[in-house]
């Protein structure tokens, strides 16, 4: 009962009918996703100016890493939302069998 609710709140969701409930709970995690981006910029920045200036450890490269893919992340949830689960028909030239020959 519950799994064919989902199926077909999933199945709305691609056809771009809008469900209040997806719309806040995807556009919220995006806005905690950017909350999360910002302090780990800070911590970021903190490892970076701290000590005197030296190359990039692995942790600095990590956290920064960590940081481009809240950021990502977050602005893509909290600007499109649903929207992302959106069927977008294909052109016919990317969807049509092509001959593999050698």
Partial sequence: MVRTQLSGRFAALRAGRR????????????????????????????????????????????????????????????FVGPGLFLDIPLPPHFTRPTDFKP
């Fill in 19 to 78: 469900w209040w409930p997806a719309e806040i709970a995807l556009r919220g995690l995006g806005l905690s996703l950017l909350a999360a981006c910002w302090r780990l910029a800070l911590a970021a920045h903190r490892m970076a100016t701290t000590p005197a200036p030296h190359s990039a450890s692995i942790a600095e490269l990590a956290v920064c890493t960590g940081v481009v893919f809240l950021l990502c992340g977050g602005l893509a949830l909290a």
